[in-house]
């Protein structure tokens, strides 16, 4: 079936460092979501891509997803502790009409 | 922004015994309701895609027979976990969209079904 590979599964950093998180699929996708589920919670919408190549920001938040459409980023700029969570993307095969998540990588920020 | 609510948002239930979960979208009409279940520290596996009105479209391997589903109106759909089993034991989250695909995804707060 059609998936979406996430990675890292773990991510620890610094407060203050960066953090990145990617997103690929084999075949093309027709946009692709990301989500942040922080510990105990439920997955929160942050951002829908859809055009090949775009860029979204969003304050310290940087979405790209690529030429192709078949890989996306997500990069959080000198992370806070309160960016720590699950950052799961979901991208849409076609028109699948349902979206198919990554398994997400889980962000973990010592102050 | 978009509201949608679950139902319980916990239920301890007796092994054979049958749970409904409710899933309300509060502020606009879902065209489309999805359903996942998602185990400790894993990703979301999605279980089904609901439209107002007609059946149900089951993910491989998810019994509809077990996980019945009813999506009575644009805002209410329920999932019913039919003689429970300790195996059912998970946490239960759905979203509502106003189209599916291509639109943003509204997540509840998740049911924490526990069968003993």
């Known amino acids: 079936g059609q998936q979406v590979m996430q990675i890292p599964q773990y991510q620890h950093v610094q407060e203050g460092e960066d953090f990145t998180t990617y997103c690929n699929s084999s075949t093309t996708l027709s946009n692709i979501q990301w989500y942040k589920q922080r510990p105990g919670g439920h997955p929160v919408f942050l951002i829908q891509?859809?055009?090949?190549?775009e860029v979204k920001k969003q304050k310290r938040l940087t979405f790209q997803f690529g030429e192709a459409k078949k890989n996306s980023s997500l990069h959080i700029t000198a992370t806070q502790t309160t960016d720590v969570g699950t950052y799961f993307c979901?991208?849409?095969?076609?028109?699948?009409?349902?979206?198919?998540f990554g398994d997400g990588t889980t962000l973990t920020v010592k102050p | 922004g978009a509201v949608v609510s679950q139902h319980p948002s916990w239920v301890i239930c007796k092994s054979g015994t049958s749970v409904k979960i409710e899933c309300r979208s509060l502020?606009?009409?879902?065209?489309?309701m999805f359903w996942y279940r998602q185990f400790p520290k894993q990703s979301l596996m999605l279980m089904a895609t609901?439209?107002?009105?007609?059946?149900?479209?089951?993910e491989q391997g998810v019994e509809k027979d077990k996980f019945l589903i009813n999506h009575a109106s644009l805002t209410l759909s329920t999932l019913t976990v039919t003689s429970a089993h300790p195996e059912d034991s998970s946490f239960y989250i759905c979203?509502?969209?106003?189209?599916?695909?291509?639109?943003?995804?509204?997540f509840g707060p998740g049911t924490r079904l526990t069968v003993l």
């Open positions: 979901a991208g849409v095969f076609g028109n699948a009409g349902k979206s198919t």
């Open positions: 502020d606009f009409q879902a065209t489309t």
């Open positions: 609901s439209n107002e009105g007609s059946k149900a479209t089951y």
């Open positions: 979203s509502a969209s106003l189209l599916a695909g291509t639109d943003t995804q509204y």
């Open positions: 891509l859809v055009k090949s190549g």
